[in-house]
């Protein structure tokens, strides 16, 4: 019998005479027999822990796309950067691993006081004064900055820049089911947001994203000057790592920053969890979604912190709550802070830098190749989309072959046509580098790309 | 009994270490120290001029951190020390399922075969992945009862949503626009803030005097407008929903739907299927029934189960076996579309699956016999101290009551609350549900033992004790933490939420 319960059957024999029952299913008799189980649960007995591991290895060993086997250059948002032995050590804790959301904070100064500095790393590289204590990441982080702007000016459309990821877009239409927004999409030229051809009279937000997720990176202050001429709230995604030497999202004029936060200290991890960045200005503070942590003071005058401004919050606003939001990613939030406190004011620059050089220096050689051509011409950061003569998913297929992941086919994320993408969406390939990639597996990438192209 | 107590959870106490303040990260800084060490590269490398136009420049340095690796080892590891958590004592919050999480799950979450592949790498590469997925998504469905599942949501209020979404879905489909969401008033606030964003309108239900659903004020709200109701089975009071067929047929007979807010599936793990008692829609925490830590406040995931005839409209790209044994992404044809950036919280879906393996149908239902068991040995154990709120047969959880000592002592359940974790006990939860008067809601759950149980019951004891004598001395409680009761009025008036609005002179 394997499984983690802690009584002998002598003590549920007391527990039960002490309650004046003689069997468990006593304890049940109360329930209709009706809707009762009555030959258990359709699934195996259980297993011992080593038998469950060997399952579990038929699973891993068929996931062939594994970053300690094939040489990663696939971002679209999931960046492969280093985590350090200290960062997985920390952020690894029980203490931090094993805590329940901070009601009690007495004994949560640990969780609470992280997230506190988290929320002013995230304040600084946003450059907006009021950050939350983290989302479930950057999709969901977009659906509430949306409920934001409704919130501040109660109006329903949502201008979105097809700049910005085609799954945090999918997922702000399908919140909008519920919520009635009109989502509008900007398309892209040359991979820079056509503003000028939307109508954005009575938008309620403005969206687009720094760099775009094909990596482009767009002048903002037409997005801000549209914003400010319809009263529109201005919401910028941004890359976190980029924050670190681009101009930040309250530098362009942002009300709204979200971003992915995985890129700090988080694994690729198929996706989640991850973490969701936000932060606002000060206007929009009342209706901040989710949870904030203050500083005060305990009653003998120690600091102390404490989530606050909780009358937003739905266990207590309910059906007026500013969003639904109970469990976030703190512990994605934490890891961000450990990960940065590692990296500090100089590491973050030098990751960013040396992301932008891989990425330039593999670019260039690229360009090199027949059959390949840049999607856009304008300047980009970490990331770049080229165009190939043939199906990018089948190139992808045969470069993994030879151990490279060549990285994201975009018509896997936008599931068919989009318009960011002017044509022959299904030819284009997402690719990234970042600093964990040397220049030999650089030159590699360019060798086997060039042999799956037939070149 | 009594004497052969050992208080397991008194252990939590001890490493709560220091009651200075831990400086801030940024209060460690001093310029010019570094941690960080990144790979030789050989990269050209190009200027931040070549690479960057002027116009995407910041003209300023963003100010991170600049601490020595031993710096900060120290201040992480001391604030870990001022945080309680379950590895280190019971955490008999109700409602929240803080039960042990077994090591050997996250070891399975740790295994590079997981959790280096990236998310938008090609279906052929993460074969894997899919397969655990559909895995997964069928292991739920035995243990629901229901015909399929999305495992994208991130976290119960995720799922509500999700399931909201899909039963608006489901309605519009039949040409069918209804307005209003039933409620019972005893139910989680994420109901009611899910149901504002899923466009709908809330219609709460109130409970009879024993402390569940009032059928035939159920029967008077329900109408030809009403899209559904959400419920919790049992109840927030923990306490089973015994009539729960004849509510089913009532929605039902109207055409609404009937949600299952999964928050206490806990307690009723191969004893009672959400879909065997009528629900069209259940939403799971994972963090909560099936072990995944919790991380402070998150991750979490909330997969959501439907019944057939809303599988069509379930959010996708979904893992999906393929007639000829392989895996793919499949959208299903009326799906709602993504409720997430990628395919959901996956290193807490491979942990909720071995979690399920390790236990099987067999584990999984002592799972909850032992958790109802120890709820009700709790409930029993302090009738004379705080009594419960209905004292009858609970299920996972009991609803207790401090108003006796609330009106002789003038001892508030916060008190007690407090007054716990200066004994090594992290507090129940309090003042929930809104209609239980000084709500003390302890969950024990079924990974604690005897002696913990009876050395927290006695701990209880003490502080009513102290109610009677020294009344004053608990509205004061905690003492021995590493914070006291803090000021949280202050907090929220001068709202300071980093390091740049504190003032530090």
New interface residues.
Partial sequence: ???????TPD??G???S??GMDS?EQ??????A????SQ??????????PD??A??????????????E?T?F?G???Y?H?V?A?VKM?AG???????????????????L??I??Y???I???SGL???N??L?????ALVEAL?MAHGANARQKMVISTGV?P??R??A???A????HEIVEVGLKDGVTDWGSVDASNAAAIVAAYPNYLGV?E?MTSAKEMALAHDALFILGADPVA??????AG?WGADVFIG?GQPFGT????????LGLFACSNDQ?RRLPG??????????Q?????T????R?????????T??????????A?TA??Q????????????A??C???A??LHDELMKIDGVTTVSSQ?F?REFAIRLTSNA?SV??SM?DDGV?GG??VA??T?GDDSSIAHDIENVLLVTVT??????E?DRYVEVLRKAVGE | MTKRAQPGGRAASAPLLGHGTEPTLFELSVPGRSSYQLRTTGVPATTFEQLVPLVHRNPDVVAIAEVSERDLVGHFTRLSHRQFAVDLGMYPLGSCTMKYNPKFCDAIAADPGLNTVHPGAPAALTQGWLELLTTLEARLCAITGMAGATLQPAAGAAGELTGLLLMRAFHSANGDARKRILIPDSAHGTNPASVTLGGYEVTTIPSNDRGLVDLEKLKAALGPDVAGIMLTNPNTLGLFEEEITEIATAVHDVGGLLYYDGANLNAILGVVRPGDMGFDIVHMNLHKTFATPHGGGGPGAGPVAVSKRLLDFLPGPKATRLDDGSFDWVKPVQSIGRVHGWHGNAMVLARALAYIDVHGGDGLTRVAQYAVLNANWLRHRLRETLPAAHDRVCMHECVLTASTLKTKYGVRGLDVAKALLEEGFHSPTVYFPLIVEEALMFEPTETESLQTLEALAEALERIAQRAINDPEALRHAPQTTPVSRVDEARAARHLIPTEDAADRS
């Fill in positions: 019998m394997a499984d983690y319960l802690p009584h003590e549920v007391q527990m039960l002490f309650l468990l304890l049940f008799a109360h329930i209709p009706a809707v009762r189980v258990g649960l359709d699934l195996l007995e259980g297993m011992s822990e469950v591991a399952v579990f290895r038929q699973y891993t060993s068929a996931n062939l796309a594994q970053a300690t094939m990663c696939a679209a948002g999931v492969d280093e350090p200290v920390l804790r029980s203490e931090f691993v094993t805590a329940y959301t901070p009601y009690q904070p007495e004994v949560a100064q640990g969780v006081q992280a506190f500095e929320q002013t790393l304040s600084r590289l004064p009021i950050p204590a983290s479930y990441d950057a999709a969901t409920n990821h799954h945090w999918a997922v239409k399908t919140f089911i519920g919520t009635g990176m002048d924050a670190g030497v681009l101009k930040t530098q992915e694994p690729l991890a198929f996706g989640g969890p991850f503070v949870r904030i942590v203050g500083e005060t003071v305990d009653s003998n120690r600091r102390s912190f404490v606050t401004l909780r009358a919050e739905q266990d207590i606003r309910r059906e007026k709550a969003s639904n939001v109970c469990t976030n990613q703190t512990l994605m934490v802070a450990i940065l406190g590692w990296l500090g004011t100089f590491g973050l620059r030098e990751v830098i040396r932008a050089q891989g330039h220096y300047p950061f998913s992808l297929k993994a992941l994201v086919a896997a994320l599931f600093e964990r990639r040397t220049k030999e650089i």
